[in-house]
């Protein structure tokens, strides 16, 4: 069950929408805006990246929407659940709650990988995170859905550049060279677990080179995998028709997914 509440002043007014099935569906009848969605981590008293999750919304008040947040979060603290949220800020400057309790993705994707395919739909602009995306990005959401597919690549001039719902990440080695972690820079939403896996990367003395992947260097990939503040580090084995690496999540992915969830343990700010 989803609840959404409005925030006025020092109080949260519970909403009812003709949709509630979904954050999304909630979002797509809320005026346009601006949107962060985030876990809770520690029994709902911890989010990793709070602050940068609240910068995308243009003029929030953070402060006191922290207060709202731990204070609609009570019940979900006494039952020992977490939760994901989005926070909404229309263009009128109202903002909105909208919280589901967590459901964890089935142990077996980060075992196994997921498969995803690539699309050209793109985001009007790429470094806000605007509510408009989400019925641009409809229709792709539901065929993905229907054919079991993960998660859609935004494609651009032949290059890679992000998930609709989250950041990409492959690695490419050659013989004798030691393989290189790669992320775009440009023309993406610069994702705050995104810059969480940059740091782990580097901490266990990964390279991390700031490149677009083309299209026609997949076959050369030995790794990939996906990244997003629900889901953490999600490993990828198939890009459309093409096999990544071996088709099973490489040493590399492993070794920051260990040290992702390290970095939360550490990092994870209070509410």
Do not use: W
């Not at 790429?126 to 408009?132: A, D, E, F, G, L």
């Not at 820079?185 to 677990?193: F, S």
């Amino acid at each position: 069950m989803i609840n959404i509440y409005l925030l006025r002043k020092s109080r949260c007014s519970p909403v009812t929408l003709p949709d509630m099935s979904s954050l999304d569906a909630i979002t797509r009848q809320l005026p346009g805006g601006y949107y962060s969605t985030f876990r809770t981590y520690a029994g709902c008293t911890r989010v990793l990246g709070l602050s940068a999750h609240l910068r995308r919304l243009p003029s929030v008040d953070a402060s006191a929407l922290r207060r709202s947040l731990f204070q609609l979060l009570e019940p979900y603290r006494l039952s020992d659940r977490e939760v994901r949220v989005r926070v909404i800020q229309t263009k009128q400057r109202q903002v909105y709650i909208a919280i589901e309790p967590l459901t964890a993705l089935p142990r077996e994707i980060y075992e196994k990988g997921v498969r995803v395919e690539t699309t050209t739909i793109q985001r009007n602009d790429p470094r806000v995170k605007s509510t408009s995306f989400l019925s641009v990005s409809s229709e792709e959401r539901q065929h993905i859905a229907k054919e079991g597919i993960f998660e859609a690549l935004l494609v651009k001039n032949g290059l890679i550049l992000e998930g609709m719902t989250s950041n990409f990440f492959y690695v490419v080695g050659r013989d004798g060279i030691p393989p290189y972690l790669g992320t775009t820079q440009r023309d993406i939403l610069l994702g705050v677990t995104r810059t969480m896996v940059i740091r782990a990367a580097r901490g266990r003395g990964v390279e991390v080179r700031y490149r677009a992947l083309e299209l026609s260097q997949l076959p050369a990939v030995k790794e990939a995998f996906i990244t997003s503040s629900s889901r953490g580090i999600v490993p990828v084995i198939q890009i459309d028709d093409v096999q990544v690496g071996q088709g099973s999540v490489g040493p590399i992915t492993k070794e920051l997914m260990r040290a992702y969830e390290e970095y939360v343990m550490k990092k994870a700010e209070k509410i």
